[in-house]
């Protein structure tokens, strides 16, 4: 472990730390061990910075739906019109929306933990929400949910499955869930 006196980003450095340490060990496999580690600082700083395990878990959570929310949005800048609505929803879920295989990981652990602990709902409400709110801009809000259910669920299809999932395919499906919702 490297001393350092002066480390501003030290708790910022923590919980890049513990996204890691999610991706890699699942919330279960978690310690405030393995985070100290990751982050290269005494065992001690977690303490002082965060007030248990859960509000560092959380406050990781936090920060990695924000930075995909981010990515999400950005997708669909320049849309103007419903071909290239379906095309950057194609991109988005051809793509696994930006993310990659560690990414996910932390969305589903978030997920699961979010079903076993009320307070993360919070979390992945905000970010549902913010996904809907890129969408609202093309189609309306019951459609929005629909397509980004269908974004996150292909996403997972994709992620999770043993073959190839074409792009082709993907267009198909979005080309023919988006319709002529456009506004």
């Keep these: 472990m490297t001393t350092r006196r002066h480390?501003?980003?030290r708790k910022d450095r923590i919980i890049d730390a513990a996204i890691e340490v999610i991706a890699e060990h699942g919330v279960a496999g978690?310690?405030?061990?393995?985070?100290?580690?990751?982050?290269?600082?005494?065992?001690g700083s977690l303490?002082?910075?965060?007030?248990?395990?859960?509000?560092?878990?959380?406050?990781?959570?936090?920060?990695?739906a924000r930075r995909m929310s981010v990515i999400?949005?950005?997708?669909?800048?320049?849309?103007?019109?419903?071909?290239?609505?379906?095309?950057?929803?194609?991109d988005l879920i051809d793509g696994d929306a930006g993310a990659s295989g560690p990414d996910w990981a932390v969305a589903y652990?978030?997920?699961?933990?979010?079903?076993?602990?009320?307070?993360?709902?919070?979390?992945?409400?905000?970010?549902?929400?913010t996904s809907r709110a890129a969408l609202?801009?093309?189609?309306?809000?019951?459609?929005?949910?629909?397509?980004?259910?269908?974004?996150?669920?292909?996403v997972m299809h994709k992620t999770l499955s043993t073959g190839p999932v074409s792009r082709q395919d993907i267009r198909t499906v979005v080309e023919r869930v988006i319709g002529t919702a456009t506004t």
């Design 7 to 9: 480390d501003p980003d």
């Design 30 to 43: 978690t310690t405030h061990r393995l985070i100290a580690a990751a982050a290269d600082v005494p065992l």
């Design 47 to 64: 303490t002082y910075y965060f007030t248990g395990l859960e509000d560092l878990r959380a406050q990781a959570f936090l920060r990695h």
């Design 72 to 90: 999400y949005e950005a997708s669909f800048e320049g849309v103007t019109c419903r071909e290239q609505l379906i095309d950057a929803v194609t």
């Design 109 to 129: 652990e978030l997920y699961l933990a979010a079903l076993r602990e009320p307070a993360l709902r919070e979390i992945t409400e905000t970010w549902m929400r």
């Design 136 to 154: 609202e801009r093309f189609v309306d809000p019951t459609t929005a949910r629909g397509i980004d259910a269908l974004i996150e669920g292909l």
